[in-house]
């Protein structure tokens, strides 16, 4: 095929672009979007995210009146964790100024185009968190039927920033990894486009993340770059984002991603370390990055395969170090929340280890805002005076 | 002089640049800075906020480690709200993707600019909300002693986001209207530069999110812009930013401006309605709208002065109207703080009298993000079902 069309990540089956569903009717493992005609060409500095990568997705046109404006983050280099480390070039991606303060936006658009395109009429998405505010926000803006699907006993805090937006909100008793296939299925016979956390378009929209940090760095890859990995979806949608701009000859080398993730929740890491090819569910998953408490990764086996490829790794970081790193961050000025510390949390644990180096480049992707899961500050200690207005000078 | 200087916005006595105190000694009103040799040229397409918009700063250098990446928000065009109210050309100026999610950080980094040309090393604010956060994010990163003075008794909701930053946090018993003018006096006896809610280099940075609506809408000016006004800092900056445009040639016109406040504290409406040239203090000032909640704003009489000169309008919604305009700009997938609805409020108001017309175009200035405050979540009513997993079929 010379038009972009899908293929499993494992066994290379090929399918249309236009299909729907987002794994292999094969093996199970996640598809992904390959484009055989990829050329170098001169990116727009002006226009959506979808429009000035046009030429890495595969529409013909884009409805740019859908975009809020996601991407084109900040690329913040440290000036004080990164010293203060003894490592001079450590960036950190800050997601959390997107539209709904993650970088599920990137992949929502994406999604959604694809989606549209299509002709659906109906969107939706199984998730508790970040996934499902984003899918609700551009939903709404997109004038489609959107239908979130959280589990039974969400927390009262996480109901109102997802509700806002006004989607179909159902909260559904049962088992919540069985809904995540159930939706599918349902998506098919009722119409709907599930734009779930590792479907390809998601990941075709993570890889502008990639895309960007590049341009940022003036055409020089970083030598790492460190993703907390829930879903997966992410970490592969920016690693492809580096191997398509390298092919096109934009960068002359793929930076070795890490994977990082919470002890209390680390299928992958677990998987990597054992030199297995293959994820095991988690039993009993308990982290304080609830954004990345997933237990049993879809496309877990597949960010193994690419982790091997790529020559990179995984790691895997305590709640304490996972706190720790979200008060160091926010020395840097960027709050990030619990799941977007697990990156620094990661990097520290590898500089200590020798893994990486004091010369090394290191990007940090912050995935999500410090403002979505104010609970974790509870665990901060602060120190705060208090003094009657008369005796302020006291204490300057 | 030829060089940038500070003129005092009533009398139009002459300052030094250097100066701190942001007020006039012969008629206490507010300073700006005055740039006798503004030019035309060239904005660069890349760089930070500072650096991009130089030639509109008296800064003869840029700290741009210092920048986290703020401004460069989307301006979105209204795909949904203003149709539906009959207004093709409505756009909102999403400040919320700024690094601490309020237009503030703009304000923040051009106070800390010229806080560090003067050699300061340490800074401060008096604030219970987003210029507290924004003020101790850019400080930690500045490396610089930051202070935070906040009245006695804030909600603990408010008190993390801000002291996860680390600043000098000090909770002040007693007056806390006075304790905008006693921290200026601090700040001349203790070396530390108070970057407060409307000095003239809070409203230097205000003026890029103007830059920047000129910059998005291809240098055609919309014909109103409307600003959530509290001390009166911002919606100065903006229409200084519009002259300045204009002066150098980059604007045919300047836009109308619209103060919106908030029925429960609207010295500035109030003032505006009943043709007077100074504000009263509101004396029980009430909105669910917090963060415009200043019943004494320090550049109320500038603000009048400057309304009168540009013809704009100042306007006042209640509650009822401001949470409606919050759900309204959730349903285009914006999703702001209660203040930062009000301009949508005001906008609603002024197509229903006759002083919009649908065919005008209007900027609604989006200030701060909806997580800063979720308690007003409960205000809204969501409809949300539950449904047993085998049973979903049953309501898609």
Chains 1, 2 share one sequence.
């Not at 699907?149 to 909100?169: C, D, M």
């Not at 994820?279 to 308990?286: C, F, L, N, Q, S």
Request: hydrophobic share 40%; net charge neutral.
């Amino acid at each position: 095929m010379k038009i972009p069309f899908l293929s499993c990540s494992q066994c290379r089956k090929e399918f249309p672009i236009e299909r729907v569903h987002p794994r292999c009717s094969s093996c199970n493992e996640p598809l992904e979007v390959i484009y055989p005609r990829l050329k170098k060409g001169k990116i727009p500095s002006r226009g959506t995210m979808l429009e000035r990568y046009q030429a890495f997705f595969p529409f013909s046109s884009i409805h740019k009146d859908l975009s809020l404006g996601e991407g084109n983050t900040p690329l913040v280099l440290s000036s004080v964790v990164g010293p203060a480390m003894g490592i001079e070039k450590l960036f950190f991606k800050n997601e959390t100024q997107n539209p709904t303060w993650s970088f599920k936006d990137r992949g929502t658009i994406s999604g959604l185009e694809h989606a549209l395109s299509l002709g659906f009429k109906k969107i939706g998405t199984v998730s508790t968190g970040n996934m499902a505010v984003s899918v609700a926000a551009y939903g709404t803006r997109a004038k489609v039927d959107t239908y979130v699907l959280v589990s039974h006993g969400l927390p009262e805090e996480k109901i109102g920033p997802i509700a806002i937006y006004h989607p179909h909100f159902i909260m559904v008793e049962g088992d919540y990894g069985e809904l995540y296939f159930k939706s599918l299925e349902l998506g098919a016979r009722f119409g709907i486009y599930f734009i779930n956390s590792d479907i390809p378009f998601r990941v075709e929209g993570s890889k502008t993340i990639a895309f960007e940090i590049c341009e940022q760095m003036d055409f020089h890859s970083p030598d790492y770059v460190v993703v907390p990995v829930s879903a997966g979806g992410n970490i592969r949608g920016i690693l492809k984002g580096f191997e398509e701009f390298y092919r096109v000859g934009l960068i002359d080398r793929i930076p070795k991603m890490i994977a990082s993730q919470a002890s209390g929740c680390s299928p992958i890491t677990n998987a990597f370390e054992e030199g297995r090819e293959a994820i095991d569910r988690v039993p009993d998953p308990h982290t304080i990055a609830h954004a990345i408490e997933n237990p049993f990764p879809p496309s877990g086996n597949q960010v193994l395969r690419k982790l091997k490829e790529n020559g990179g790794t995984a790691v895997k970081v305590r709640d304490t170090e996972i706190l720790e790193a979200q008060a160091l961050m926010a020395k840097e000025g960027v709050f990030g929340q619990p799941a977007a510390a697990v990156p620094l949390a990661a990097t520290k644990k590898l500089l200590a280890s020798g893994y990486l180096k004091s010369s090394d480049s290191v990007v940090c992707i912050v995935t999500g805002g410090g403002l979505k899961y104010t609970a974790a500050l509870g665990h901060h200690s602060f120190e705060i005076k208090t003094i009657p207005i008369e005796k302020i000078e006291e204490i300057l």
